[in-house]
């Protein structure tokens, strides 16, 4: 149901986290399971967003009267700004057999179907939340309300319907073929339908992109050479940098090795082959031998 259009003064800016945004868990984030009538949503209750933000398509499923608002911009962490047209005053929902209420703002979530940030977090009062056991305590009308959160950190066996279901909504990005035990051994075949799924850029990086193409483009040739190249010059008569004594032999082992080569060269008169033997030894001090 649409309203009239209002000018809507929130008083702050709207902000939401990335990880409300991308659908991402979150250190300071727990996921929630409710129902608004007959419909199930997936609530994400988040510390990193300030207001209450409610998918559009679920809002038209279940009839949320709506006001119609202009000049409303939600900004997302990454600097991207999302553009809210509606508004509801009052969603009724219930989690956990316990009934809420409060406002929310309308824009089109592809992680979650509600977000509920620090604006109705600040109506709870006072709250005892532990991140580790993902429950979180507080009180309404003197009566202590539990929510336990889910843990999403395991493996569900799901059907074809709602794999489609989650490809429609582009939420699908990669897929793995785990056997099942029933499956292994049979000779029934097992197709999977390739699944396309779409990931949303930033259009400020796209613009970047655009106009620093030549920038960004992929290299072909090698790197023009330079005019000059640097150097180091040292200074005559310097020591080594960091050089490490010669450890394999000493002077008096490397002596008979060199008077056994330069004699086996004299012996070898008749040979073409002309054998330059270089040798050295470098000492403790720094100097060469």
Partial sequence: ??????????????QMSLNAMRGTPGAQTMCVAGTCGKRSLQVLIDTGSTHNFLDSHIARKVGCE??????????????????????????TWCMQNQTFTTEVFI??????????????LAT??????????????????????VLQGQNK??????????IHKLQKSHQVSSMQLVWHKEYWNSSQPIQLNALHATVSTWPELQQTLQDYADVFKDLKTLPPSRSHDHRIILKEGAAP??????????????????????????????SHIQYNWISGCLKEKGSWL
Wanted: glycine content about 6%; charged content about 20%.
């Fill in 1 to 14: 149901m649409l309203g009239c259009e209002e000018e809507l003064v929130t008083g702050q800016e709207l």
């Fill in 66 to 91: 709506l006001v119609k608002v202009t000049g409303v911009v939600v900004e997302v962490a990454n600097g991207q700004e999302l553009q809210c047209e509606h508004f509801c005053k009052e969603f």
């Fill in 124 to 145: 709870l009062g006072e709250i005892t939340w532990n991140f580790q056991t993902l429950q979180m305590k507080f009180w309404v009308d003197n009566k202590a309300h």
């Fill in 241 to 270: 940098v960091n050089a490490r004594p010669y450890s394999n032999s000493t002077k008096w082992q490397t002596d008979p090795h060199l008077q056994s080569l330069i004699l086996a060269k004299q012996q070898d008169s008749s």
């Fill in 107 to 120: 824009l089109p979530l592809d992680s979650y179907d509600l977000i509920l940030g620090a604006s109705w």
């Fill in 153 to 162: 950190h395991y493996l569900e066996l799901t059907v074809n319907k709602q």
